[in-house]
């Protein structure tokens, strides 16, 4: 997504994310325990530098794909995907920054869920080619605000 150009309908209301920090592009398929999601690096992203950005920033965004695959999922109840990343149980991230342009496939699983901990398994590539993984812990109230948040 270039900067300026808006994200796929559906994307902001499935997720929280505005303007530098929404990180993915659109849902490609989803299924429901399962995702593909588009995202394109962009010179705007958190922590980009003179070679890109760093693979950490990847883990951000498998857990907004993770967000999208919830929102599809739950597309019919006013929360959508929003929820709170609260532990990366474990990661494995490329060395090289990911330049700004380059098109990534994000894909999620959901691979535990009891009632409001959900647990991802995500894989970020470049044209096949590994560039992150990530086991994301996540807690998503079916009442955001009762936690204190309106997000």
Excluded: C
Excluded at 115 to 144: K, S, W
Aim: charge should be negative; aromatic fraction near 4%; charged fraction near 25%.
């Amino acid at each position: 997504m270039p900067e300026g150009v808006p994200a796929q309908p559906g994307v902001e209301a499935a997720i929280p994310h505005r303007g530098r920090l929404l990180l993915v592009d659109r849902l490609l398929e989803a299924g429901p325990d399962r995702a593909r999601v588009a995202a394109t690096v962009r010179p705007d992203w958190p922590l980009h530098g003179p070679g890109g950005v760093p693979p950490l920033v990847l883990v951000e965004a498998l857990a907004q794909a993770a967000g999208l695959l919830m929102g599809h999922r739950n597309r019919d109840e006013r929360m959508g995907g929003r929820g709170w990343l609260v532990g990366v149980k474990a990661a494995r991230l490329s060395r090289a920054p990911v330049p700004a342009g380059t098109r990534l496939e994000l894909e999620v699983e959901i691979v535990h869920e009891v009632d409001l901990y959900v647990v991802f398994r995500g894989v970020a590539r470049a044209a096949g080619a590994f560039l992150a993984e990530a086991e994301i812990q996540t807690f998503q109230p079916a009442e955001m605000a009762a936690y204190g948040s309106e997000a």
